[in-house]
Every structure is written in structure tokens, then in C-alpha cells.
């Protein structure tokens, strides 16, 4: 077999985000950018020659064409076993499920999330390591360090394989198994859901319900779990079909992008489940009949819950949110004396305390929730949990978080988006901001006094390690929050993220429409920030 060392050179922009490494079809397909990044990684995994890889995507565009090469070149590499999803395709959450199954030393999952795809889309690398779960921040610095001194790569010179047939094939010192890319991953949803409750659930004529997969990777796990094992019928699963351009849109599930499910839900006669999930299977949203489960409250309720799901009774350990998550969560965890923690944005900061067994579930108001039955956020977990709450409680999804909120009290919440402004305004506006934080506690806004701002950093209790830098916090003596960051995921511009949060526990004032309810801080957030001024926009481009 043919094994040619390729001459090549740095590109300067291989640093990974939030979420691995993001860019552009049009940039990743620069000539040797793509294998300089795989060189990268496996030079930077201990352990490589002969050991277990994990390989699929979202089903995104240039998602075969990436595929074929890290093939080839992870046999130049001596890889010993590649794991590769049928079609190329595997979940996020499904590609940890592996990983952890099989003992694998890593895993490569191409996909840019809910980023638009097509050939003016977006693609992206994201690397996983033995626990199944994103690369820390150690490793993916390393790796992009490496990048910076790359001068070649190594590929084996052999034909495309038919991504297609399942099976084995031995190429060199590589076995690659072409494997079915549902199967594990549906037997591990069947351990931890009562499958019978929530196909007797979904089999009442008076519940209505539907899982829109935006034309991306969830559809054929959807088929699989709802229609093969729960016996629903097909027309439960919208948009099944994993397409190389998602259909046009941007699969992701929340107001704006799946407005024609929620569109759905509305009026009496509206469903009364839906739930969508993003392009690699990793975030949801949560509907009920004319009722939207804002994320920070899905954390909080399938935590304050957990008891009702056969897989989790009795064994709770406590919770982790990233920062600019709702305390909606903590809240529950203080009541219920577990153990909670605040983390910077981004799953991989999970990991650790998921491996220690300090926490049992995990989210973000990004739209991600999981536990720690794999290592990444999940999807359609998450709908699984909500479905087999309903199941056991016989209520609607609006009666559980209604109760929920008279409970704990209600976390009014927001994100406002201002996308695609250009990176030295957005910079400016940060750099300013940072530079009135010693001023700002004390300031009174209305009857409102921030008692602490400060640029929020993280010590990793497990291994000591400290993430500088990740987002503004302004906090109020009533409990209103506002976070300032920048995201970590675009590829174009830059785009800050403004996180809006208002506490209530009074009775009467439980079930307002949230930006009617955030009004005042929405303003103050401009007051402080300057957001009108820098980003020259109006209002946020997205709402949720
Ligand atoms: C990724 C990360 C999440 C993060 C989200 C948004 O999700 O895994 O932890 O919350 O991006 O990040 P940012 O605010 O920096 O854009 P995904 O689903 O895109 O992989």
C-alpha cells in the first residue's frame, strides 16, 4: 500500500471554538486544510497506532468527501479500528455513545451543528476524546498548536470506500467496520426510558405529537425510536431524511428556525407534544400545546423530576448549567440538597464532572440538556425524558412547568442575538464593557443595584484547570442577571449574545410573555453595553 508524505503549510485559523473547529465549506475546502487539522489531531492522540477511532457526520455537504480522506489518512497513521456510521452518518450524542462502548481513544464527528449547511454553508471537525465527550481545552490548544508547526501529513494512496455497505474491510494495519449507526444508540435510550409508558402515551388517540428532525441527522434515529419501537405512526416524523443542505435551512430548533412547528402547537387545536432537534442530534426544543419550554426550565423540571424515569430514581448526584444558563436549575439543586455547578459555555466543560460522578444531568440555554449517559449534550434524549414525564405524571407539558414555576418560582429568561457584526465592534464593545467592571457595583438602574460584575472565570474542581474570559455577568440585588458574550461557533463576523434573566415568585405574575416581562432589563442591558450604538442594529437579529 501506497503511504505518500504530502508537503503542506500552516493555516493561521485552526484554533477550535466552542464546539470544535467551524469555518466555511468554501475554507475548509482550501487546498490541504482539512488534512493539516486531522494531521493535527492525531499526532496530538497518545495512544493512536492501533487503537480504536470513531468516524461519522451529520450528513452535511463535503461530509463524504472529508470522510474518505481522514479514512486515508488515519490508515497512514496506523489506526487500528475505525467505527464509521453507515452513509457516513452518525449523532453527536449517538458517536459518544460509541466511543464509550467500544473503549474507543477518540472520536471525529464533521459537523458545523445548527450552522446552515450546502456548498455556501458551513462544515465543521469536532474531536472527541476516550470519555466520550468533547476535547478539553488542553487538548484542542495543543492541537492547534501543532497546527501552527505543520509542515506535512501522511495519507495512504487507496480508493474511496463504499461508505454505504455495512461490514468489515482491512485496509493495511486498519480494520474499518461500517456499522449501523442507530442500533446502540436506540438500545441505550430503551435502558433509560420506560418504553412501554411512553408507547401506550403516544398510542392514545387524545395526544397528539410530533418530532421535526429539520432534514438532518435525527431523522433516522426518530424512525427508529418512534415508529419502529414506540409504534407511532410515520407521520410523527417531520423531515426525516438527512439532506446535504438541511433543505435550505438552518436546522436549528428553536423559535425562529423551526417556526413552522410551533406554528403547530398553537390554537386548540394545536399538538399537544413537538420537539425538534438540530443538524448533528445534539440540541432540542421542547413544545406543548401553545406552551414553549424555555431550555433553562427544561434542565430545572427533568431534574426536579428525575424520580418519575426508571433510569434515573435514587441516584441523583446534582446538576451543572454553564453560566449564562438560568439559575432555574440551582434552584432545584439547592431545594433538593444535590450538588450544582456553574460552568463556562461550552459541553467539554461537563465532562470532567460528569466522569467524577458529581453530577448526574447537565444544559445550557443553548438548547442542550444530557446526562451522564454519554458525554455529549443529546437531543433526542431529551424529548425521550420529557415524553416518559408525561407518560407517568398524565398531565400536559403546560400543567408540568406551570407547577414547576409554582414550586420553585420562574426564571423569566431571554437570549438576544445580534449576528454577523463586524469582529472590531463587537471587540470594542467587550473591551469597553471590561473596562467599566470595577465601577459598575453600586450603580442603582431604576429600583435595580448591580451588586457584582466581573468577567467570569472557572477552576475546574476536579483537575485545578482555569478558564479566563468567558462572559460578562452583571448581577442585580433583586437576582436579575445580564451576561455578555461573544459566540465561539459563527464563521462569519461576530456575534454577541446578550442573556437576560428576571427572578419571580409571586403567584399572580407567573405566566407573563417573557420579553414583556424582561422590558426594563432589556434596556438597561443597552444602557450598560452600548449594544445599539456598537452594533448599529436596531434590535437582536434572533430572539429566543
Ligand atoms: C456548541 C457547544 C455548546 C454551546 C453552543 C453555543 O453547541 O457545544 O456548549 O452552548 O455551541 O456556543 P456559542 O454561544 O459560543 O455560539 P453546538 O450544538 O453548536 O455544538
Known sequence: ?????????????QRPGTSGLRKTVAHIRQPHYLENFIAATFSCLDGLAGATLVLGGDGRFYNDTAIQTIVKMAVAYDVGRILLGRSGILSTPA???????NHALAGIILSASHNPGGPDGDFGIKVNVANGGPAPESLTETIYRTSQRLTEYRIARIPDINLDRPGETVIGPTVVNIIDPVADYTDLMASLFDFDAIAALISNPGFSMRFDAMHAVTGPYAREIFINRLGAPSEVVLNGTPQPDFGGHHPDPNLVHARALVAMTQGDDGLDFAAASDGDGDRNMILGKNCFVNPSDSLAIITANADAVIGYRDRVRGVARSMPTSLAAQRVAEKQGIHHYETPTGWKY?????????????GEESFGTGSDHVREKDGLWAVLFWLNLLAVKKCSVAELLYRHWQEYGRHYYSRHDYEGIPRTNADTLIEQLRGKLAQLPGSRFGSRQITLADDFSYTDPIDGSVSHHQGIRILFSDGCRIVYRLSGTGTSGATLRVYLEQFEDNPQKLQLDSQQALV???????????IRKHTGYPRPSVVT
Open 1 to 13: 500500500m501506497d503511504i505518500v508524505t504530502v508537503a503542506s503549510r500552516p493555516y493561521s485559523d
Open 95 to 101: 458517536a459518544s455513545c460509541l466511543i464509550r462502548k
Open 350 to 362: 461537563f465532562g470532567n464532572l460528569l466522569d467524577a460522578g458529581e453530577i448526574t444531568f447537565c
Open 520 to 530: 426594563e432589563l432589556i434596556r438597561i442591558a443597552d444602557e450598560i453595553a452600548g
